[in-house]
């Protein structure tokens, strides 16, 4: 008889059922499932207080309530996340529609126009020009909104590249183990053991330059910064796989696929999830070193790395070009990890306790 | 012990080869880039002395030997030879390191007075406006860009509290000449490269003093009635110190590869300003050749770190393996 507390909040609704069904056709056991402050507790009856009927009935009238659901629903109570969210949404709804409104207003921040040069070069900040303008006589919030773009494009992309392969090959280390799990996790050890900022300098300074543009960064920096999500993932699945429902899962004949996709990925991603919120910021920063290097995001691509490197030339009189895009880059990256402490305290199982 | 450390040694055989493989693969085989033109800059290369390169460099032998030959010459310390100063990339690190390291270790001092203070602060007045000044400092610490703190920092104290001070006082804003500069050049670049790496160190060591905290042995430690000072420096942080400890050690290794950053904000002359340097001026070999000694200086750090690990953490020592 299984009378330790179980990790419900691991589980969703089909589980819970497929576990109930499976004890229930092997042993005389009913278990009910009450949901009590937020947190599920196990009930063992012994046969006969409660018609299994009744039980299974108790179950499905938590199907409002997930794992994903409950964390949502205490991440909206975090304030400090959802300001986090709010920015990021703004950013992001500035950056998608910046080409339809930042000309217009601001003029065309990726193209140097010799008599605005000269005209309006270094103009303090103004209810024309709101961060004043640079040394072209480019209109510094302009450029700061198009950078956003490069900014939010590579961080989410190369963060997926990296999430994707690392819950790829997690997946399959955790899940089949032996000597799978022994090369996956040797490769691994190869791309933790060095800063992956390094390499990065290092295959792009390589690259000819015309192939620096975003695509190219992007995979770049995915493809370095996998092998944290592969550690991570792993050990999860090796967790995971270890609970009742997979046995009952597999018990039932459910193929490896299925074992997988619908039983151990769900309850297995979520430090996944959280590691990749705050991983966007990271990306982005790595981005933006890369730029400032030169060896990013080239010219006349807008980006916020490479804006501060234009700028450091005339730090002593004109700061507002270096500081603007700093702030920027500031504020999203942190952003982002504000959010991934949320989703991190709103994921976190032990918290509920 | 013993078997942890060889254990620990053997696993590093793997990533030796791992690393070094990739990168060979960088600097000879990466889509887009001609291996040829990489030996050279600039420079426009015509057919004939195309043949003539790849002839002395040995470029059109198959890769496993060229990667042979490239081990063999890394055993041997030969990075290859600078393009635009013709200077062996060996001796170019061996002259710049020094600044790098004593850049780093000034970091490494800020990070443990400041870092572990702030944490043990941090812990002791839990859920106080000090902690949550704490909390909300490393959060911005660890997401700011390195090289734009480092603006802001020259900005404040070196141009305007210059300006403002009519030159009176104000810390130098870049680069540093003889081996031992003096103290203040030290400050700007200091602070720069610890602010991350601080900011994760109050964390961790926050987060460890916390669950020290709440441990049997401490209660155990009240109830015989020790003074809370007492609990707290033979007891708590001897406990809580070990992860953090590490930490350092491997930050230490990060701190080598952040330079990058912070050295070309300060034109510091270490090894990474000379990386660059020689990217401005495409000159791969000085590239390579220094992130290379950065990588390996990295690795053997981190080896050293976690077999030191074991020697203060007992659970290691007769646990035998990590996982």
């Not at chain 2, 291996?35 to 032998?61: A, C, F, S, W």
């Not at chain 2, 031992?180 to 602010?195: D, F, N, R």
């Not at chain 2, 930050?251 to 952040?258: C, K, P, R, S, Y």
Request: glycine residues 8%; proline residues 4%.
């Amino acid at each position: 008889m299984d009378n330790k507390k179980h990790n419900k909040s691991n589980m969703d609704e089909s589980e819970i059922k497929h576990e109930y069904r499976a004890q229930n056709e092997q042993s005389n056991i009913s278990r009910s499932i009450v949901k009590k402050n937020g947190a599920s507790v196990n009930r063992i009856a012994q046969g006969g207080s409660d018609s299994p009927r009744e039980l299974l009935d108790a179950s499905i009238d938590r199907k409002t309530r997930t794992l994903w659901g409950d964390a949502f629903r205490r991440l909206s109570k975090n304030k400090l996340a959802m300001i986090s969210l709010i920015w990021i949404i703004i950013v992001a709804v500035a950056a998608i529609t910046a080409k339809l409104w930042v000309p217009r207003l601001f003029g065309d921040p990726t193209i140097i126009n010799t008599q605005l040069a000269i005209t309006q070069r270094f103009s303090s900040p103004s209810f024309a020009h709101w961060f004043g303008t640079d040394d072209m006589g480019r209109d510094i919030f302009g450029r700061v909104i198009y950078g956003a773009r490069v900014s939010l494009t590579v961080g989410i992309f190369a963060t997926l590249i990296s999430l994707v392969i690392g819950v790829f090959l997690g997946a399959i280390s955790g899940f089949y183990g032996k000597a799978i799990d022994a090369v996956i996790m040797r490769v691994t050890d190869i791309f933790l053991a060095f800063p992956y900022i390094l390499f990065a300098i290092l295959v792009m300074s390589v690259l000819p330059s015309q192939y620096k543009g975003v695509t190219v960064v992007v995979a770049v920096i995915g493809l370095l910064g996998w092998s944290t999500f592969a550690r991570l993932f792993r050990s999860s699945v090796l967790s995971v796989k270890e609970n009742d429902y997979v046995a009952a899962g597999r018990a039932l004949g459910a193929s490896n696929a299925r074992l997988m996709f619908k039983h151990i990925l769900p309850n297995a991603i979520a430090p996944a999830v959280v590691y990749a919120t705050m991983g966007v910021g990271g990306a982005i920063l790595t981005e933006s070193a890369l730029s400032f290097l030169g060896i990013g995001i080239q010219p006349p691509t807008v980006s916020w790395g490479r804006m501060i490197d234009d700028g450091r030339m005339n730090l002593t009189d004109h700061p507002a070009i270096v500081l603007f895009p700093g702030l920027a880059i500031l504020l999203t990256v942190l952003a982002f990890t504000l959010l991934g402490d949320g989703v991190r305290d709103a994921l976190d199982v032990k918290m509920e306790e | 012990m013993l078997k942890y450390i060889i254990k620990r040694i053997l696993q590093f055989i793997p990533v030796f080869f791992g690393v070094t493989l990739i990168l060979f693969l960088v600097a000879n085989y990466m889509p887009g880039s001609d291996p040829v033109q990489m030996k050279v800059g600039e420079k426009h290369v015509t057919p004939e002395l195309r043949k003539q390169i790849e002839q002395d460099y040995g470029l059109n032998r198959p890769w496993y030997i060229q990667y042979g030959d490239y081990l063999a010459k890394l055993t041997k310390g030969d990075l290859g030879v600078s393009i635009s100063t013709g200077r062996k990339v060996s001796d170019i690190i061996l002259e710049k390191y020094p600044f790098t390291l004593n850049l780093a270790l000034v970091a490494i001092a800020i990070e443990i007075v400041i870092g572990i203070c702030a944490g043990v602060i941090s812990a002791l007045k839990q859920r106080t406006f000090l902690d949550v000044l704490v909390t909300l400092a490393t959060s911005i610490s660890v997401s700011l860009p390195v090289f734009w703190l480092g603006l802001l920092l020259q900005y404040f104290f070196g141009i305007f509290l210059k300006q403002q001070t009519g030159g009176a006082f104000y810390l130098p804003i870049s680069g540093a000449s003889g081996v031992l500069p003096s103290w203040e050049y030290y400050v700007l670049p200091g602070i720069t490269l610890a602010a991350v790496s601080t900011a994760y160190g109050a964390r961790i060591m926050r987060s460890q003093l916390i669950e020290v905290m709440g441990m049997d042995y401490i209660r155990t430690a009240k109830a015989k009635g020790l003074s809370g000072r007492q609990i707290l420096f033979h007891h708590e942080m001897k406990n809580a110190l070990i992860p953090v400890v590490t930490f350092i050690g491997l930050d230490f290794g990060a701190m080598l590869a952040g330079a990058v950053l912070t050295e070309t904000v300060f034109n510091w002359p270490g090894i990474g300003f000379t990386i660059y340097r020689a990217i401005m001026a495409r000159d791969f070999q000085v590239v390579i050749g220094c992130v290379t000694v950065i990588l390996f200086a990295v690795m053997i750090i981190n080896l050293l770190v976690d077999i030191s690990y074991a020697f203060l953490d007992p659970r290691i020592r007769f646990g035998g393996s990590e996982e």
